[in-house]
């Protein structure tokens, strides 16, 4: 093994404050592997997760740590990367997007496929989807809105840099107080209230989950591990942990993946007028591709287990 550059005495311990040479020597390697950008007001927050971390390794010292992140096995950076991942998200978050799919998007959809000129097929895209909130989100809107009896075939790809979090994601359990964030003709049509050790929770029901396949991307990579084009990608809330040249990278990317007449939404505070050309906005940070038809308009089985009843609201 070879020895790694000592900036710092490996006799220091992690419980005093990270000094600013420990905090660049990180948030270089954090910058390198995942393209975030972490300003040095976000020292503190950064020490408090790696010490989590390093607890759990029971490791002693930052130079320790970054030791065994560069010349361990390997399986230490997606441990760092899932440390630094911030995962908030709710159901119907930034409602002001999904009104306008239902209101401008899914209709022209169907009026397309009956006239002929669309197959019954969507792809949707949710990069950057933490634990899951916002794709089922989207397959709660496209079960109601396509369903499978009508012919509709529906994707909806779930993606996150965290692994912990597309565990979470795949699983499809939350705390029933989740259910709050969700309208009642959704909540009772696709949730599923826990019942003995689940009490408390609530689960996806299966006709939302088979719409839904979890997988790890890191949008960082200079190639997605993602296959064919979307009608809509969302990837909001994400573009901000990044500085301007990764974020132009990548939107690039996501461009590259997003089908001639489909949708791209970022997030409220996000823009992307400033990054590339290749969109013009249709909505509220909704774009669409420029020179590609940019426009302004835009029954379930029988339940089992321990999610066994329709999800209600918490008490």
């Not at 490996?10 to 660049?24: G, L, V």
């Not at 939302?208 to 993602?226: F, G, H, K, Q, T």
């Not at 990044?242 to 590259?256: N, P, W």
Request: some cysteine; glycine content about 8%; charged content about 25%.
């Amino acid at each position: 093994m070879n020895a790694v550059a000592n900036p710092w005495s490996p006799t220091e311990s992690a419980t005093r404050p990270m000094t600013d040479a420990e905090f660049d020597r990180f948030r270089v390697y954090i910058y390198r592997a995942a393209g975030i950008h972490l300003a040095p007001a976000k020292k503190e927050l950064l020490s408090g997760r790696l010490m989590r971390r390093m607890r759990e390794l029971g490791i002693g010292s930052f130079y320790d740590y970054y030791h065994v992140l560069v010349h361990g096995d390997g399986t230490e950076p997606i441990h760092l990367l899932n440390a630094i991942s911030t995962n908030e998200t709710h159901f119907f978050r930034e409602v002001r997007h999904f009104d306008f799919l239902c209101e401008r998007v899914f209709d022209r959809w169907v009026r397309r496929a009956d006239a002929g000129r669309m197959p019954r097929r969507i792809r949707l895209w949710s990069a950057g989807c933490a634990t899951g909130e916002e794709p089922y989100t989207l397959a709660m809107l496209a079960a109601e809105r396509f369903p499978a009896a009508d012919g509709w075939d529906v994707e909806i790809l779930a993606t996150d840099l965290s692994t912990r979090a597309i565990d979470s994601a795949r699983q499809a359990v939350w705390p029933v107080e989740k259910a709050e964030e969700i309208p009642d003709r959704y909540l009772k049509a696709y949730m599923l209230k826990g019942v003995g050790r689940h009490e408390g929770q609530m689960k996806a029901g299966m006709e939302i989950r088979s719409l839904v396949r979890c997988a790890r991307v890191n949008l960082n990579d200079e190639v997605y591990p993602v296959n064919g084009s979307f009608d809509v990608i969302f990837c909001r809330n994400v573009l901000i942990y990044f500085d301007q040249e990764s974020k132009t990278r990548v939107v690039r990317r996501l461009l590259s993946h997003l089908g001639p007449l489909g949708y791209l939404v970022v997030g409220q505070v996000e823009s992307l007028t400033a990054l590339t050309d290749q969109v013009r906005s249709v909505g509220p940070t909704v774009y669409v591709r420029t020179g590609h038809g940019a426009r302004r308009d835009g029954g379930r089985g029988a339940r089992a287990g321990p999610f066994a009843a329709p999800a209600e609201r918490a008490a």
